[in-house]
């Protein structure tokens, strides 16, 4: 509910914002739960339609990699608003 208030915000409100440690607490753990639960039901579509062994595990890998990536990446977003706000 508090992060759809801030969808007319000025950029400065949004930093403010984020930079609460318990908002910034909540919003890293969204972002790690909210990849972990789209890299399983990416999986699960890869494991049903893809019938090639090496290129399903290509697959679930990549994904997996790239999720991981992008996750790592928007913490330290995170991180960085709220040890330089």
């Not at 508090?2 to 403010?16: N, R, W």
Request: hydrophobic content about 70%; aromatic content about 10%; proline content about 1%.
């Amino acid at each position: 509910m508090a992060m759809a208030s801030m969808a007319g915000a000025d950029h400065a409100t949004v930093i403010a914002w984020v930079g609460s440690p318990w908002v910034a607490t909540f919003l890293m753990a969204f972002i790690v739960l909210l990849f972990y639960h789209a890299v399983l039901g990416v999986q699960v579509v890869i494991e049903d339609y893809v019938h090639h062994e090496g290129l399903k595990l290509a697959a679930i890998l990549g994904v997996k990699f790239m999720a991981g990536l992008f996750g790592i990446v928007a913490v330290l977003a995170i991180l960085r608003i709220v040890l330089l706000a």
